[in-house]
């Protein structure tokens, strides 16, 4: 495998001090490999936006190493800082466009600071605009496009420096469901043509489901797993993992104090597997169904689903071990305590 374009070493971040300090971010160490389309993704106040803009600086650890392209960038002086970051752009939520500038001047403008000439932006914007699929756009302003041709914009912009990767801080929560389809195959397209890295930062898992092959789930400012992204949707093994990837149907804390239940997951099996039928059948064992969040993931079953147990023993371990013997299935018994 070859050296990470991204490595985070033990990083930290606190913001305030005193009694008010913040941790923000603790002890985070993650490698991102190049030319992968890498997620991150967590709940509000998780840290991904902060940690997202250590990658490139516009936040300084409090503590810890950040790796871009072989350079340690917390260690750089401020000049060569600044060079290093054309290696590492960024798309937001909002845009970020330079509303008095058309699309054409606002992706000539980071070549501009970079020192090129008037000619070559333009000829370099031009190209990056046809290749976001707004060649025919170029004289026109941002308050004159959708969202999605903003965010098309801001794409060309940021790989106007051509860039080693691209940093996407929930690029597309403010755009709708058909418009944010059309931004993930672009990403996935430029990816590929380009072999630019792209690190996704969402709070939406199904994004990470459409475009990554590895992630990181974050809770409260630390790594709670990592790994690719079928292994995790398949069979999450942290709470918090199980919150963001199937969150109608991993917790029991809803039903009666002393509810006794079986949390089934199902780890890519055939779609349509009749459980439930199945375990009357065979073992006479009746349970109802408390929750559930399945999908078809690649035409295989994902997911996990809650069962009641039966209230004796034995008929309880008669239900768990037939489950255990299914195929593409795990499963755990639970039990609310209050």
Do not use: W
């Amino acid at each position: 495998m070859s050296e990470p374009i991204i490595q985070i070493r033990n990083l930290s971040k606190n913001f305030g001090g005193g009694p008010d300090e913040v941790r923000a971010l603790t002890g985070i160490s993650l490698d991102i490999q190049p030319g992968e389309i890498f997620g991150i993704i967590g709940l509000s106040g998780a840290g991904k936006s902060t940690l997202v803009r250590c990658m490139n600086l516009l936040e300084r650890p409090t503590s810890g190493t950040v790796i871009v392209d072989g350079k340690d960038i917390t260690a750089l002086p401020e000049k060569e800082l600044r060079l290093q970051r054309r290696k590492v752009t960024m798309i937001f939520q909002s845009f970020n466009l330079l509303m008095q500038r058309t699309c054409l001047k606002n992706v000539c403008f980071p070549m501009e600071i970079a020192g090129a000439s008037r000619a070559q932006a333009e000829k370099r914007a031009a190209e990056l605009l046809d290749l976001v699929g707004l060649g025919d756009k170029a004289g026109a302003y941002p308050a004159q496009l959708s969202g999605g041709q903003k965010q098309r914009v801001a794409v060309a912009r940021a790989l106007a420096t051509d860039p080693k990767v691209l940093l996407c801080d929930e690029a597309t929560s403010a755009l709708d469901p058909t418009t944010t389809v059309s931004i993930l195959e672009l990403l996935k397209d430029l990816n590929a043509k380009l072999g630019v890295t792209v690190v996704v930062i969402t709070h939406q898992m199904s994004v990470i489901e459409a475009i990554c092959s590895r992630v990181a789930i974050l809770d409260g400012g630390s790594v709670a797993e990592l790994g690719p992204v079928q292994d995790i949707f398949s069979n999450p093994s942290t709470d918090a993992a199980r919150r963001l990837v199937y969150p109608g149907g991993a917790s029991v804390s809803q039903y009666p104090v002393g509810t006794r239940a079986a949390r089934v997951s199902f780890n890519g099996g055939t779609v349509g597997q009749p459980l439930i039928a199945s375990l009357a059948i065979d073992c006479g064992v009746k349970v109802s169904i408390l929750g559930a969040d399945t999908r078809s993931v690649g035409g295989r079953a994902t997911g996990t689903m809650l069962l009641s147990l039966p209230d004796d023993p034995n008929e309880a371990a008669k239900a768990l071990s037939y489950i255990r013997a299914q195929p593409y299935i795990t499963v755990e018994e639970v039990e609310y305590r209050g």
